[in-house]
């Protein structure tokens, strides 16, 4: 079974743009701060411009001996030698893990105990559950879940589960004490002024308050 940080980060292009960092630059700063994971999420459309942003971040992965997850896109996965997070409107896990091979670590979105039991009997290394808190990153999120429901799905689920929407530094050590055992974080890690040094210091401060939960 995978063990997962218990931070996961991730690299959302949309947010980034919008609070003036670059993708390639917070990738950089987190994996100076300690990142022991980085998801790659682009939910615009992927051109030659996107591959060559991602290729980027996966040298940085590489070199760094941290796993890089692509969300969404098996292609481009497979591209990059890297993982794959599925949701539930995407191709079937047992389709991606066709694609990327038994090495691969590929994760399941889910967003109620339902669907949560569904992808545990999948060929996945980790289940996502949320939004947990009211989110942002998402045009039409699902249904809040909440941190009881963090607790009882913990009791359903033997695969590592990683909570993610809305979680913010003030709440983070509650939805772990909840039973996740990572916490995916993407407005988050960003402070006001989005500088090499200023987003390691924010991982690194992220990473102080993981561990300490």
Known sequence: MVTLPRLYPILDTQTLINCGAGVELAAAAFLDGGAGILQFRHKGPWDRQTYHLVEAVARLCHDAKVPLIINDRADFAMLLHAGLHLGQDDLPPGDGRKLLGPQA?????????????????????????????????????????????????????????????????????????AGADSVAVIAGLLPETPTAESLTKRMDQWQRLVMSA
């Not at 808190?133 to 607790?151: A, N």
């Open 105 to 177: 670590m590929i994760g399941f979105s889910s967003h109620n105990p339902e669907q949560l039991c569904a992808a545990a009997a999948q060929p996945v290394d980790y289940v996502a559950l949320g939004p947990v808190f009211p989110t942002y990153s998402k045009h039409k999120p699902d249904p809040i879940v909440g941190v009881p429901l963090v607790r009882h799905c913990r009791t359903l689920l033997e695969k590592p589960l990683v909570a993610i929407g809305g979680i913010t530094m003030a709440n983070a050590a509650d939805v772990l004490r």
